[in-house]
Structure formats: C-alpha cells, structure tokens
C-alpha cells in the first residue's frame, strides 16, 4: 500500500493523482474499509518533526495527501516530483457528494457550536441522501462519550474537525470501534458551512490561496511563518542529498 510513499522532512505522502485518490475511496466505501486519511500542509509537516507521537500516527495513517502547494515544491525541490496538491476542502467535498449518491451515513465533529449547526443545516438542505447520524462540536469534555455515540450510529464517514494533531490522535484512538473513512478536516467546516469564504478559483489556480487567507485573516501570521521555515529546511535537505551524491 505505502510503496510509492515520497518522504518530505519525514512525512510520507501517497504520490496519486486526485483522480486515483477518489477511485480509491470509492472502492473502500463499497468495501466498507477502514480508512485514516491525513492531509499535511507544511505547518503539520513541522509539527511531526518536532512531535514524535504525532509523526508516528501520520505515517501510519492509510493516506498522506498533499495539501498545500508547499508540500508539492519540496517534493520538487528533493528531486521526487508528486503529481499534484490534493487538498483536505476538495476531499471532505468529494465524500460527502460520494455519500449523497450512495445514501451513506455521515458524522460530524468539531467546530465551533454554530459552524457544525450550520454544516449540519447544509448536508440536510443540499445533500438529501445522506443519513446524518449525527454531529457535535469541538467543545467537549468527555471523548469517550462522543467515541460511544460514534460507535452506536456506525456511520460510514466520519469528518473531524478538531485541528492538528488533536483531530489525528483522537482518530488514532477511537477509529477501529467504525469501519468508516475518517478523516481530519481542520477548518473545512468553516468554509462548508459558508462561516467564511474560500479563495476564488484563480487565486487557487496560481496557488496563493495561503496568501488569500492571510489577508482575511491578518492574526494567521504567526501561522504562516511555518512557509519560510519548511522552505529553509528543505533547502538545507537538497543540498545534503548534494553532498551525498
């Protein structure tokens, strides 16, 4: 499964295209698998170099999809080209239209009480097929309670949005009581439920959708530092592998 990884400052990622990403989560929802997909940008790739606990749940997740265009220029950058930014907004996208055509069960968790309502009132109103068995958001204090009512609804996809690494170890944790797609969505909610804006199409075209939303929101800076500091780092890890060759 993981033999075409490609390692970005010790992250390994699936090198598919988008389309040979969706044809697998197809296959493993009519499967009924049990799937762990986690969507590094570089600010998380920094995370797990500095977390080890972290670094081994990411690695050891299903799926390690590219999300941001950071991840596809250090690829570059090491000399393993990967065919191209997959990002976790298009994938939460393409499994709950996936789970409107097949009449799948769907839970929520995470977000803001008023962003999960409103992702909620969203899948009703536009994606009538889906069984929503259930949401919470991210304010809670007991896991185990919400991993239980998980388990009771047996849901075909679960879509956490809890932020990283909170949203990863609590998937880790609680993942084999459903055989469903789980996935981190980080704020994805924010967007589905129309809280805030995704950039338009071009400024996602030229991939300056980081800068899009560092205008939005001005307090990401801190956040965003991660870019140059990732782009140093493997800068520092081409020319080593110069030296090695």
Same mark, same amino acid.
């Given at each position: 499964?993981?033999?075409?990884?490609?390692?970005?400052?010790?992250?390994?990622?699936?090198?598919?295209?988008?389309?040979?990403?969706?044809?697998?989560?197809?296959?493993?929802?009519d499967?009924?698998?049990?799937?762990?997909?986690?969507?590094?940008?570089?600010?998380?790739?920094?995370?797990?170099?500095?977390?080890?606990?972290?670094?081994?749940?990411?690695?050891? /997740?299903?799926?390690?999809?590219?999300?941001?265009i950071?991840?596809?220029?250090? /690829?570059?950058?090491?000399?393993?080209?990967?065919?191209?930014?997959i990002?976790?907004?298009?994938?939460?996208?393409?499994?709950?239209?996936?789970?409107?055509?097949?009449?799948?069960?769907?839970?929520?968790?995470?977000?803001?009480?008023?962003?999960?309502?409103?992702?909620?009132?969203?899948?009703?109103?536009?994606?009538?097929?889906?069984d929503?068995?259930?949401?919470?958001?991210?304010?809670?204090?007991?896991?185990?309670?919400?991993?239980?009512?998980?388990?009771e609804?047996q849901?075909?996809?679960?879509?956490?949005?809890?932020?990283s690494?909170?949203?990863?170890?609590?998937?880790?944790?609680?993942?084999?009581?459903?055989?469903?797609?789980?996935?981190?969505?980080?704020?994805?909610?924010?967007?589905?439920?129309?809280?805030?804006k995704?950039?338009?199409?071009?400024?996602?075209?030229?991939?300056?959708?980081?800068?899009?939303?560092?205008?939005?929101?001005?307090?990401?800076?801190?956040?965003?530092?991660?870019?140059p500091?990732?782009?140093?780092?493997?800068?520092?890890?081409q020319?080593?592998n110069?030296?090695?060759?």
């Open positions: 499964m993981h033999k075409n990884r490609i390692n970005i400052l010790g992250t390994e990622f699936d090198n598919f295209t988008e389309k040979q990403f969706h044809d697998q989560l197809n296959q493993d929802l499967n009924q698998e049990n799937k762990f997909i986690v969507t590094p940008n570089p600010e998380i790739v920094l995370s797990a170099r500095e977390n080890t606990r972290f670094s081994n749940i990411v690695n050891n /997740a299903d799926y390690v999809i590219p999300d941001g950071g991840i596809i220029k250090g /690829a570059n950058m090491l000399g393993t080209p990967m065919h191209e930014r990002t976790g907004f298009d994938t939460l996208m393409y499994l709950i239209k996936t789970a409107n055509q097949k009449s799948l069960k769907v839970y929520l968790l995470g977000a803001k009480p008023e962003v999960i309502q409103a992702s909620a009132n969203r899948i009703k109103k536009e994606f009538k097929n889906i929503l068995v259930g949401y919470h958001d991210g304010y809670f204090k007991d896991e185990e309670k919400i991993a239980k009512e998980i388990e609804k849901p075909n996809i679960v879509l956490v949005a809890l932020g690494p909170k949203q990863e170890y609590f998937i880790n944790k609680y993942r084999t009581k459903v055989n469903a797609i789980w996935i981190g969505v980080g704020g994805s909610f924010d967007v589905f439920s129309g809280t805030k995704r950039a338009p199409k071009l400024v996602q075209k030229l991939s300056l959708e980081w800068f899009y939303r560092l205008i939005k929101e001005p307090t990401r800076i801190g956040r965003m530092m991660a870019i500091k990732y782009l140093h780092l493997i800068k520092k890890t020319k080593k110069i030296i090695k060759k």
